[in-house]
């Protein structure tokens, strides 16, 4: 029987009975169900599920306000009596802290892509730091990994860290084929390869070596830049491997990148004990002073240097030393079906006067001139210098600009002019004299630290020039003094200039050392247990403001945050609070000539794990 076509007019509408709306909400459930769990979707959902969960069994703020008002009652723990100070110790026993949940074994506040990804997508403003309010994290501890150990001791760490540490197998799974990484037994293995360069970084290195000075000394600090731009994207140079290969030719290279898709490069990196650190370069200058590295590299990173009228290559001009040089691999360099970002990246280093070394392959080489650059030019991107009022060096949540920065008051700053390695280490910059009296502090600084290393290795019996420590942080560095007299250890220390002191990181750079800004008040760009030592001169000015002298945060909520960065089994110069975080401490006096009010308190970070319940649910 065929069908009737019948005219529009008389055709029935339809109507939906309630067995039509019946199945088709059973269709969506089925629908939504398959989505859940065939699909990465219900993994995110879950974990968002089971951290607000966490959050709001954990957030207890009266808990918090507690805590506080019991640590920040003093305002030195260590002027307190013996008698007063034993009372509070004992007190301070029934204040434990408990554990976050599993899901938070690798946190970080300030770059949480559940909080970011509700934020403004331009110019990737998303993907910068945005910290909660210390009332908005829970007060728990950050909790290993079911199975973490002890990390693989450096210089085997540069090609081996433990699975267990790090149970991530997206970027093995990816990268394998590229020589990135791979699974090996119990261990994840790094090849030292990479998407541009299958051979690996040492011959990438080699090729670079045959037009810039890599040995010698000439070069000492270089930026890494494994900042993308476009979605899941992104690349860290062979997961930092061009900068642990690096180091044997004395080049002490910083890399950072965004937390990524790949899940997760720094924290590699770091596992590695190659430096290292999370950044997006997207609306902020990045947290580093005016020319401050020799070398500036950009492996398949991705970042559109052209685009907002050269924002991007602006702001690494302002990070380069005069003479230093820039090398960019893949894209745009003769890139296929990229022609025309190619020529705009070219025509900008020709506004700026910088010399084009090499193009081989899709590798280019950079050198910047050694004075200030040729603008105002004619340039198709609108290029002027920044007014005399603009400091270049100002750099902490400090928006990018459209002008490039001046040498300013010194031109001491070249390749050229600043002291080989080592002999730069223990030269006076003259960027120092931007300080009062900045030589003969400088000189008083690196004499005490001398010194003072010294007891710690004599006296206190950390373990200093042993693979028990590689990756150090010095919380309040001002000159750097306190690495420069670990130049001679296996490790690196990451030099951090609290935002609201004197900008005194520019030294510590041209010393050949590295380091950022930050404020202490808010938690610090890295992953859970990376820093195997932290060291702090002043703990409580931290946290205290530079002009009223009153808290403009919590020791509580810095002390948290110093047990997150820190490794399990490893030893720190810290401030009290240590038993509510499960550490253990001494006390000691400070070498002799040192003053006789000073004391020196040393803690260990005990390793301990969540019930096997908890780990599991993981």
């Keep these: 029987m065929g069908f009737v076509n019948l005219p529009v007019a008389k055709r029935l509408p339809r109507h939906w009975r309630l067995l039509d709306v019946v199945s088709a909400i059973l269709f969506a459930f089925v629908m939504v169900f398959f989505l859940l769990v065939f699909t990465s979707l219900g993994d995110s959902v879950a974990a968002s599920g089971r951290r607000a969960l966490s959050l709001s069994s954990l957030s207890d703020p009266r808990q918090r306000e507690r805590f506080v008002a019991f640590f920040d009652e003093d305002e030195d723990p260590l002027k307190q009596s013996r008698g007063g100070r034993r009372g509070r110790d004992k007190s301070a026993e029934l204040l434990v802290i408990a554990a976050c949940s599993a899901e938070e074994v690798d946190h970080m506040p300030c770059e949480d892509p559940r909080r970011n990804s509700q934020l403004s997508r331009h110019m990737n403003f998303y993907r910068e730091r945005h910290c909660p309010l210390p009332d908005e994290t829970p007060l728990c501890l950050i909790p290993p990994p079911d199975g973490y150990r002890i990390p693989v001791p450096w210089p085997e760490s540069l ?27 119990p261990y994840f293995i790094f090849p030292g390869g990479g998407t541009m360069f299958p051979d690996g970084a040492v011959q990438y290195i080699d ?7 890599i040995s010698g000394g000439t070069l000492r600090t270089a930026l890494d830049m494994g900042c993308g731009y476009e979605l899941y994207l992104y690349f860290l140079n062979f997961v930092a491997s061009f900068g642990g290969f690096l180091l044997k030719e004395d080049i002490l290279t910083l890399s950072f990148a965004p937390r990524d898709s790949h899940k997760s490069q720094i924290q590699f990196a770091l596992e590695r004990g190659i430096p290292a650190f999370v950044a997006m370069l997207g609306t902020h200058r990045l947290p580093f002073p005016a020319h401050s590295f020799d070398l500036i590299h950009c492996s398949r990173c991705l970042i559109p240097f052209s685009a907002s009228n050269g924002t991007y290559f602006i702001e690494v001009d302002r990070l380069l030393r005069p003479d230093g040089y820039l090398v960019i691999s893949g894209p745009p360099v003769q890139w296929p079906k990229q022609d025309k970002e190619w020529a705009d990246l070219q025509s900008l280093a020709r506004a700026l006067c910088y010399e ?8 280019v080489i950079w050198k910047k001139p050694s004075g200030d650059s040729c603008l105002p030019n004619q340039n198709e991107f609108g290029l002027d210098t920044c007014s005399d009022s603009d400091d270049p060096s100002e750099a902490w949540y400090f928006d990018l600009k459209g002008c490039v920065s001046k040498l300013s008051v010194t031109r001491a700053t070249s390749v050229g002019s600043i002291p080989s390695w080592p002999e730069r280490l223990v030269k006076t910059p003259a960027r120092a004299s931007l300080i009062k009296n900045g030589f003969d502090v400088f000189e008083a600084d690196r004499r005490r630290w001398a010194r003072r290393v010294a007891h710690y290795r004599e006296v206190l019996g950390l373990k200093l020039g042993t693979p028990a420590v590689r990756n150090v942080m010095d919380m309040n560095a001002f000159f750097g003094g306190f690495a420069a007299a670990l130049s001679s250890d296996p490790l690196w220390v990451m030099n951090v200039i609290p935002a609201r002191k004197p900008f005194t990181l520019d030294v510590i750079y041209d010393r050949g050392l590295i380091g950022v800004y930050h404020d202490w008040c808010e938690p610090f760009s890295s992953y859970p247990r990376t820093y195997d030592l932290i060291h702090v001169d002043g703990i409580l000015s931290l946290v205290k403001g530079p002009s009223t002298g009153k808290n403009r945060c919590s020791i509580v909520d810095l002390m948290m ?8 089994k490893t030893i720190e110069k810290v401030a009290r609070m240590a038993r509510a975080v499960r550490w253990t401490v001494s006390v000691h006096v400070a070498e002799a000539e040192s003053s006789s009010r000073e004391r020196v308190l040393v803690a260990t970070k005990e390793l301990w794990k969540l019930p096997q319940g908890a780990a599991s649910s993981r």
């Design 159 to 185: 090609h081996k860290i433990w699975h267990s540490n790090m149970p991530h197998n997206k970027l093995a799974e990816r990268k394998g084929h590229q020589g990135w990484m791979k699974e090996e037994g």
């Design 207 to 213: 090729k670079l070596r045959q037009y810039i000075p």
């Design 356 to 363: 084009l070394i090499v193009v081989d392959g899709n590798t």
């Design 561 to 568: 945050e110093m047990d997150r960065l820190l490794r399990p």
